[in-house]
């Protein structure tokens, strides 16, 4: 009877899959998924250590079709909901509470607005007030939470505009805010027409221009009008009493800061001509800097369009870069400019320039470091410290240096200088706090000698995270505290340097996370926050952190998760998936370090494959793929061979843990993981089936290089056809689930490469199912679109994998 059952069960399955040319309707999982599915999420926390009060933030649960459904327009690289104007696809926040740093006294926020849906949520510099965005069926609203009263309320009925970013900044005065608006006289949105005038024409003339393959860029002068229309704005002062003043002209402006004394305002516009071929952020763009009355008090540049940017991922735009003000002065200009043209290949000593400019800013900008890298930030200390950040993409090179900012020819000194592949070395990231502007600045101690650093302390035994103390004057560091097993402890913020209290997320394997008070001095532990358990279904779930080793020696890691009555060694080896993102490096020592944490606590994402645990499988989480090549060798040079090891490794790990069944183990995996799933399945019988979503599997339509790989098609053109499942679809040799967003806005992995692919693989006759997601991009976020995939994935593996010889 069992038997006649499987098969019945798989005869309806497989009838349902061949008639893909009619209605098919959303499915549902078991009741177990949904579940987890619908669990809530846990609240978000916003620390505001000047006001003593911790904001919990509640966010809103998976979206509905409808809401995906919704108008959109795809401009310029990015997605526009036209009736707010604002991003479409948001997530939301729809409940806020307020409570003091040591837990007490847990206050709903309220008078907030109906059905809630709440974005860009912002302290002001001297935290006794709160701004947010509040999203409507057609406009953007700002609104204000004052702290001590916990009470909100809307500050205009202006129209907020969020199509370019976000709408609002804080003004140092802590009493008004600088915000981007549709303008006044904005009128009606331009119609296409329908009737053509005549063809789109592109046209170059011997000029290499080189791009990646982005998506929704501009396709028509219709669509370059719509662009206009939706991403001008005005900017306007408006002030916590509801008054409105106007600051300057319309124009599409990219990003406005103001300086730290609030005199002036740093404005990034852009301008035509614009490009079908790049996102508005290539576009040519200009600098500009105000003052408070929007006076214009100096054009610094006027940047080109940027669609031939040299080859490389360490290629940049030419002119002015990273524009910004230094946080620990009153209204000092700084930004780079790239002294190699670029370009990664020019031979070069130093490839980036660093310039100051000081209100009024009048005269020549002061050149100021050169660096051998490239730019990657600047956290501002004070007037003769601050720490400067370098990187290198193509050898993974990463340096910080301190240098004196206020010398105009100062030296760099070197502070850590590694590999960023090597996280057992990372020092961690220094600490900041928000000085009087709301501007971040290092955290010094007390005495001002020492800054703070926290960090993740990447090691064999997995993550044990700490707080260090750097000596400035010696680079002495010193351990100030680190996590200890069972617990999963990560530092969140020092909010007390003298008495050196931090405010930490803990968590363990039986514990869910929640927030708490550590005094690192007196070694005191006290509990801020008491969330529960959103998932106690998952509680009984077995979790191990497993070690193997390649046949090359490098050392792997995976997550194991077994279902909560399975015995090793007693019970029949189970079905199994094993889900993994290949990840290149340069260093093999590097690929084998140990990343997460044995003590974490198991919350999973809505998508996730471990739900599959509650069907019976056994799931190797996030296991190791390192892709390695050291030395002048390039990682995908052996792509294929290191993939099929690394899932060897893998499967011949769990069998001999007696949890595997070796004829019954599926593969899969989002994205690049997508990808590498395809390729298992064609070059290798490790695996009964695999499920791929949302994946690129031609490379020929990513021909100006693709994930880590910078070589061009015509360089390398049989990487690129032997790395392309797509061009090896007659060696598919196991069952393969194709599933993908109808929407894909992610760069290179547009919906057409699952079509094709599912084309090529159905005309050679290989099994093979493709589900397109109406409206879904390249994450899947609709209720409906995230159950109808676990039905999907269980009935697949279900057929092709449990019950494998049962389908024969």
Known sequence: MIRKAVFNTIACFLISYVSLAQDF???????????????????????GTKAGKLLLMHSSELPDISDLAAP???????????????????????????MNLDGTNEVKVSD????????????????????????????????????????????????????????????????????????DDRGKAPLANEIPKGPVVQENLGRKAAVPTFQDLLKSPADEALFDYYATTELKLMKLDGSISSIGRKAVYGSFSVSPDGQYILLTRYQKPYSYNVPYNRFPQVFEIVNAEGKI????????????????????RKGMRSAGWRSDAASTLFWVEAIDGGDPAAKATYREQLYFMKAPFQGDPIPSLQLKLRFGGIQWGSEDFALI?????????????????????????????????????????????????????????????????????????????????????????????QSEAPYYENPIKLIDIKKLTVITRRESVEQQPNYFLRGLRKKQLSQITYFPDPMPALKTMKRELIHYKRNDSIPLIGTLYLPADFKPGVDAPLPTLLWAYPNEYKSADAAGQVSGSPYSFTRVGATSPIMLVTQGYAVLNDASFPIVGEGTNEPNDSFIPQLVANAEAAINKLVEMRVTDRERVAV???????????????????????????????????????????????????????????????????????????????????TIQTERYFDALR????????????????????????LHMHWEWIKWLDTYVKNKEATK
């Open 25 to 47: 309707n959303y499915q549902l999982p078991p009741q177990a998924v949904i579940d987890l599915v619908d669990a809530p999420a846990t609240p978000s926390v916003s620390i």
């Open 668 to 750: 899969s995996g989002h994205s690049y993981g997508a990808f590498m799933t395809a390729n298992l399945l064609t070059h290798s019988n490790l695996f009964a089936a695999g499920i791929a979503r949302s994946g690129a599997y031609n490379r020929s339509l990513t021909p100006f290089g693709f994930q880590g790989e910078e070589r061009t098609f015509w360089e390398a053109p049989d990487l690129y056809q032997n790395m392309s499942p797509f061009m090896q679809a007659d060696k598919m040799k196991s069952p393969l689930l194709l599933i993908h967003g109808a929407a894909d806005n992610n760069s290179g992995t547009f």
């Open 297 to 316: 008090v100096r054009l610094l540049a006027e940047i080109p369009l940027a669609d031939n940017l040299p080859k490389g991922f360490d290629a940049v």
């Open 389 to 481: 950040n370098e990187y290198w993409r193509k050898d993974r090179q990463t340096r910080t240096s301190s240098f004196h900012p206020g010398m105009e020819n100062g030296n760099l000194q070197t502070v850590f200088e590694r590999s960023s592949e090597d996280q057992y070395n990372n020092p961690g990231r220094f600490q900041t706090i928000d000085n009087a502007s709301g501007f971040p600045v290092l955290q010094f101690d007390a005495s001002g000698k020492s800054l703070f650093l926290f960090g993740q302390g990447a090691s064999p035994e997995g993550n044990r995270p700490f707080v260090d103390s750097y000596e400035l004057k010696s680079g002495k560091i010193t351990r100030l505290w």
């Open 763 to 786: 005309g050679l006759g290989a099994t093979s199912r493709m589900v397109l997601l109406p409206h879904e991009s390249h994450g899947y976020r609709a209720r409906e679109s995230v």
């Open 72 to 98: 959109e327009l795809r401009l310029a690289g990015i997605r526009i909901d036209p009736l707010t104007s604002g991003p479409s696809r948001s997530s939301y926040f729809i409940n806020l509470s307020l």
């Open 112 to 183: 907030l607005p109906k059905q809630a849906r709440i974005r860009s949520i912002t302290w002001s510099p001297d935290e006794q007030h709160i701004a947010f965005t509040h999203t409507t069926g057609n406009s953007i609203e700002l609104w204000v939470i004052e702290v001590v009263t916990a009470k909100a309320r809307r500050l205009s009925e202006v129209s907020m505009n969020e199509v370019l970013g976000s709408a609002f900044a804080w003004m140092p005065d802590n009493h008004s805010l600088l915000v981007r608006v549709c303008p």
